[in-house]
Nanobody, 122 residues
Framework: QVQLVESGGGLVQAGGSLRLSCAASGRTFSRSAMGWFRQAPGKEREFVAAISWDGTVTSYAVSVKGRFTISRDNAMNTLFLQMNSLKFEDTAAYYC???????????????WGQGTQVTVSS
């Protein structure tokens, strides 16, 4: 059974940092691109960042570029999202995803985690 499990969310003050992790089990994703999405209450799920299978290519939403860094450790089958200079508007549930079916920024991935909540207080 394939599972993606996110961790590292929590409550942080504006300007602070958090590091999210996504541990994969059930199969290896070392040959798949992976990504992070987020969804705030009442809003659609939106793209945050994505990374190629070997970590050499990354893509970011304009709203997080320069503040967030996506990375992966294929030996550990784990995806990371380092979030710095957090803003109130970054508050959302964050989801990791693996194996995109189309463009990385489109929320059509084969596998999804259950999400981890990030709350930024202003």
């Amino acid at each position: 059974q394939v599972q993606l499990v996110e961790s590292g969310g929590g409550l942080v003050q504006a300007g602070g940092s958090l590091r999210l992790s996504c541990a994969a089990s059930g199969r290896t994703f070392s040959r798949s691109a992976m990504g992070w999405f987020r969804q705030a209450p009442g809003k659609e799920r939106e793209f945050v960042a994505a990374i190629s299978w070997d970590g050499t290519v990354t893509s970011y939403a304009v709203s997080v570029k320069g503040r967030f860094t996506i990375s992966r450790d294929n030996a550990m089958n784990t995806l990371f999202l380092q979030m710095n200079s957090l803003k109130f508007e970054d508050t959302a549930a964050y989801y990791c995803a693996a194996d995109p079916r189309r463009n990385w920024a489109v929320a059509e991935y084969s596998y999804w985690g259950q999400g981890t909540q990030v709350t930024v207080s202003s």
